[in-house]
């Protein structure tokens, strides 16, 4: 398995709270992502990095920021959670940014927005 | 704007049945690959299977197998022979070559209920 953690697992917040969710890896990928799942409409993608400190804005990106300072670390904010934003998260890593590398995910992290 | 549809929200069959999941793709690239990834009842995303869109050539592995048609634009999956253990959600996936950074977009998905 691929070595990615994603922290915490569950996390109960309330509306306009600010929240960070963790992902860390152990394979020195260059790669990450960060996806949220939604019922009928699978995965979509939030942010991604290509390197340490370089991030690039997805599909569904509006209210929410990364960073990565570090290659085994990216961080997804939301500033001012909203119901909106209550889905499941999973974070990736690719090891080249070629597309034909499969992405490995993590096992999760399921947010409520209360 | 790349697109992938999988009509099939859910499919039931009882155990050794055959199951076909399709997938329809849209993109304006010529180069580009197709995913499936499994998720089971505990969550996880596995990455199954993929096909580049310059080989449209059939396989088959163990009891997966998969139907890649560039003409009609549908990368079609099938369990063969179906146990509990497949019982999951399957995702397909689509990641087009000029797209910087690999970004895949996904179905919404399929959910296989395999019967005892």
């Not at chain 1, 398995?1 to 929240?19: L, N």
């Not at chain 1, 804005?57 to 960073?67: L, P, R, T």
């Not at chain 2, 499919?11 to 197709?34: G, W």
């Amino acid at each position: 398995d691929a070595g990615i953690t994603q922290s915490p697992r569950h996390k109960v917040t309330e509306t306009g709270t600010p929240v960070t969710l963790r992902c860390h890896q152990t394979e020195n990928h260059r790669y990450m992502y960060w996806y949220r799942q939604d019922p009928g409409h699978g995965l979509r993608l939030i942010h991604y990095s290509y390197g340490v400190k370089d991030t690039d804005k997805g599909e569904v990106s509006d209210g929410y920021s990364v960073s990565r300072s570090k290659t085994e670390d990216f961080l997804l904010t939301l500033e001012s959670a909203t119901s909106s934003q209550t889905s499941v998260y999973f974070c990736a890593i690719s090891e080249s940014g070629q597309y034909n590398s499969p992405l490995h995910f993590g096992n999760g992290t399921r947010l409520t927005v209360t | 704007a790349q697109k992938v549809t999988q009509a099939q929200t859910e499919i039931s069959v009882v155990e050794k049945e055959d199951v076909t999941l399709d997938c329809v793709y849209e993109t304006r690239d010529t180069t580009y690959y197709l995913f499936w990834y499994k998720q089971p009842p505990s969550g996880e995303l596995v990455f199954l299977i993929r096909r580049n869109s310059f080989d449209e050539q059939n396989e088959i592995s163990g009891r997966y197998s998969w139907n890649f048609q560039k003409s009609t634009s549908s990368f079609n999956f099938t369990i063969t022979a179906s146990q509990v253990v497949d019982s999951a959600v399957y995702f397909c996936a689509l990641s087009e070559a000029r797209a910087a950074g690999n970004k895949l977009t996904f179905g919404g998905g399929t959910r296989v209920l395999v019967k005892p």
